[in-house]
């Protein structure tokens, strides 16, 4: 699976940004997918993850009630919707798609990465 990431950008603190996902050649439809993000001279972090169906999400703590993750259904295809971003939501951001059917919040959990996005909140 070949993933696509697009829609980072540079936002004000407070500010909106969607992200978007699309998967290519080798379906991911059955698979969960997840985002992850990395700041500089961080590890990588979970941020969402969702089932195959985009019946159960999942969240990190710290995007709870502010991100939203999303899919369409029988496609390879995940959003994320970010609001009231904040300068610590600075990072690149990938997206992949997990092993199983459900997502996960380890990194080990993922097969297929993207080549990221890169969001800037600027404060």
């Known amino acids: 699976v070949q993933l696509q990431a697009s829609g980072g950008g540079l936002v004000q603190t407070g500010g909106s940004l969607g992200l978007s996902c699309t998967g290519s050649g080798r379906t991911a439809s059955n698979n969960g997918m997840g985002w992850f993000r990395q700041a500089p001279g961080k590890e990588r972090e979970f941020v969402a993850g969702?089932?195959?169906?985009?019946?159960?999400?999942i969240y990190a703590d710290s995007v709870k009630g502010r991100f939203t993750i999303s899919r369409d259904y029988g496609k390879s295809t995940i959003y994320l919707q970010m609001s009231s971003l904040e300068p610590e939501d600075t990072a690149v951001y990938y997206c992949?798609?997990?092993?199983?059917?459900?997502?996960?919040?380890?990194?080990?959990?993922?097969?297929?990465w993207g080549q990221g996005t890169l969001v800037t909140v600027s404060s």
């Open positions: 992949a798609v997990a092993l199983s059917a459900v997502s996960t919040r380890d990194v080990r959990g993922y097969r297929y």
């Open positions: 969702i089932s195959w169906r985009g019946s159960t999400m």
